[in-house]
């Protein structure tokens, strides 16, 4: 069921959006060369304990994934991309790390990821792993100017894929932006690739995480044996950039702005 929230509403999804996006800034700050995925995981449990919020993904366990997931952060290192789950890893000169968050605050769900380089990039890896990153959230960019009140699902979707391909990116569409609210996933799918003006009406009211990843030279994904992460068939990175917006009157706010 697709639900429509209130101005109201939408100012008390605020803080959430502030927490989330203050917690993958605390994230980023923390991880560097020698820290463990372990570690980044405690830095939002932590922040989740002092703040009195909820993690909407300790107990997260859908259809796809193998288990309730038991951690409070994504972390998708290189070939990784999407629902990384934390481990005994330590980070690498060069990495490229994707982090997901997603929590409740007074009740109100916000979601949002960014990915970024480690340490110093090697030398052949440095233009394509900034090339990627930068797709994503140019794409990201792209996607929250077209959710506009009175446009389509298809016209974010539409946006998406058209930075994507002009960089020469194809795109997965099994996963991709959802409503947020009460919970961390509902309706309406938001996927990236779609035809422009299709779609449910971008109406006020409607909060939703847009969220394009790219791989740098495949579309397909597998689950790791861990029963979570998902990774590129051939071994290529990832990359990932999700804001939380509301439509409204005035066009889209983006709540997890950071």
């Given at each position: 069921?697709?639900?429509?929230?209130?101005?109201?509403?939408?100012?008390?999804?605020?803080?959430?959006?502030?927490?989330?996006a203050d917690v993958l800034l605390a994230v980023r700050e923390t991880a560097g060369v020698g820290v463990n995925?372990?570690?980044?995981?405690?830095?939002a449990h932590k922040m989740i304990r002092d703040q009195g919020a909820e993690s909407c993904y300790i107990d997260?366990?859908?259809?796809?994934?193998?288990?309730?997931?038991?951690?409070?952060?994504?972390?998708?290192?290189?070939?990784?991309?999407?629902?990384?789950?934390?481990?005994?890893?330590?980070?690498?000169?060069?990495?490229?790390?994707s982090i997901d968050f997603a929590a409740s605050v007074n009740g109100w769900v916000s979601d949002s990821a960014?990915?970024?380089?480690?340490?110093?990039?090697?030398?052949?890896?440095?233009?394509?792993?900034?090339?990627?990153?930068?797709?994503?959230?140019?794409?990201?960019?792209?996607?929250?100017?077209?959710?506009?009140?009175?446009?389509?699902?298809?016209?974010?979707?539409?946006?998406?894929?058209?930075?994507?391909?002009?960089?020469?990116?194809?795109?997965?569409?099994?996963?991709?932006?959802?409503?947020?609210?009460?919970?961390?996933?509902?309706?309406?799918?938001?996927?990236?690739?779609?035809?422009?003006?299709?779609?449910?009406?971008?109406?006020?009211?409607?909060?939703?995480?847009?969220?394009?990843?790219?791989?740098?030279?495949?579309?397909?994904?597998?689950?790791?044996?861990?029963?979570?992460?998902?990774?590129?068939?051939?071994?290529?990175?990832?990359?990932?950039?999700?804001?939380?917006?509301?439509?409204?009157?005035?066009?889209?706010?983006?709540?997890?702005?950071?």
């Amino acid at each position: 069921m697709i639900e429509l929230r209130t101005p109201r509403e939408i100012e008390e999804m605020r803080p959430a959006g502030r927490f989330v996006a203050d917690v993958l800034l605390a994230v980023r700050e923390t991880a560097g060369v020698g820290v463990n995925l372990l570690e980044l995981d405690e830095v939002a449990h932590k922040m989740i304990r002092d703040q009195g919020a909820e993690s909407c993904y300790i107990d997260y366990h859908p259809s796809f994934g193998a288990m309730p997931f038991g951690k409070t952060l994504c972390t998708s290192v290189n070939d990784g991309v999407l629902h990384g789950l934390p481990h005994d890893y330590r980070l690498q000169d060069g990495d490229l790390l994707s982090i997901d968050f997603a929590a409740s605050v007074n009740g109100w769900v916000s979601d949002s990821a960014m990915s970024f380089v480690v340490g110093t990039p090697a030398p052949d890896r440095a233009e394509p792993d900034a090339k990627l990153i930068r797709t994503t959230e140019v794409a990201l960019e792209a996607g929250i100017a077209a959710a506009q009140p009175g446009k389509k699902i298809g016209d974010i979707s539409a946006a998406i894929a058209e930075v994507a391909h002009a960089a020469g990116y194809s795109i997965n569409t099994d996963f991709g932006g959802h409503g947020v609210g009460r919970t961390m996933h509902g309706d309406p799918h938001v996927p990236n690739n779609g035809r422009a003006g299709r779609g449910f009406p971008l109406k006020p009211g409607l909060v939703i995480a847009v969220e394009p990843w790219f791989l740098e030279t495949t579309d397909e994904i597998f689950t790791d044996p861990d029963g979570w992460t998902l990774r590129s068939v051939d071994g290529s990175r990832g990359a990932h950039s999700e804001h939380t917006i509301a439509i409204t009157e005035d066009g889209p706010l983006i709540l997890t702005a950071r």
